[in-house]
């Protein structure tokens, strides 16, 4: 059945802090990862992806590590900033067929300024 | 500007009701999905179509239609089977399925609330 009044993961930082927000995936046959930001009462915006032949990739202050033998996913964000408060969560999937995708219930990132 | 549109932004239902939420997108996507999001729990697939008239149910289908009519357009039926439909509904679409999340653009949600 259905679980609510689940509380989010939550990380509080300071403005000027860096961020490291974790995910577990499921599927080890998973090849594929997104983190997805999402603020509140929106949809989800695409930060950053990863794909299973990588360790890491960077983007402009965010990084994402991938470690397959313990099926974990990070984002770090560098330097965090108010407008970064939002959910954080990830995403995967196997390339190439009709996998449907399945994500993760994300993490409460609050920034104090 | 292409993407895709959710209406309404909030909507409320009585208990027995039926509601349709609307999804309508103009990027040219063949595939639609609509996910549910409750406090604390990831996105939960209900249905998804991968083109016009044809779709198949999610994780979660149970208590909601849909119809896939027209390319642009995937509306959710919530009907009165659906115990707990309070919850933010997001729409979603991409090129193909076999793109996979990377292609997917997300509407801004609907939010309903049982009255």
């Known amino acids: 059945g259905e679980s609510v009044g689940l509380h989010l993961p939550t990380l509080s930082v300071q403005e000027g802090d860096n961020s490291i927000i974790n995910c577990a995936y499921s599927?080890?046959?998973?090849?594929?990862f997104i983190w997805y930001k999402q603020e509140s009462g929106k949809g989800p915006q695409f930060i950053i992806d990863i794909r299973s032949n990588m360790d890491k990739r960077q983007g402009q202050r965010v990084t994402v590590l991938l470690n397959k033998t313990v099926k974990h996913l990070s984002l770090q964000i560098a330097a965090t900033q108010p407008g970064d408060s939002a959910v954080y969560f990830c995403a995967e999937n196997i390339e190439g067929g009709s996998y449907i995708p399945t994500f993760g219930r994300g993490t409460s990132l609050i920034v104090h300024p | 500007d292409g993407g895709i549109t959710q209406s309404p932004k909030y909507l409320f239902r009585k208990e027995g009701q039926n509601v349709t939420l609307s999804c309508e997108q103009n990027?040219?996507?063949?595939?639609m999905y609509w996910y549910r999001q409750d406090p604390g729990q990831g996105l939960r697939l209900i249905y998804y179509?991968?083109?016009?008239?044809?779709?198949q149910k999610g994780d979660i289908a149970e208590g909601y239609s849909v119809s896939r009519e027209k390319k642009e357009s995937f509306p959710l039926t919530v009907t009165s089977a659906q115990k707990n439909p309070t919850a933010f509904y997001l729409c979603a679409s991409s090129s193909s399925v076999a793109t996979g999340p990377y292609g997917y653009t997300f509407g801004s949600g609907t939010r309903l609330t049982v009255v």
């Open positions: 990027l040219n996507h063949d595939a």
């Open positions: 179509s991968q083109i016009v008239n044809d779709f």
């Open positions: 599927n080890s046959a998973s090849d594929y």
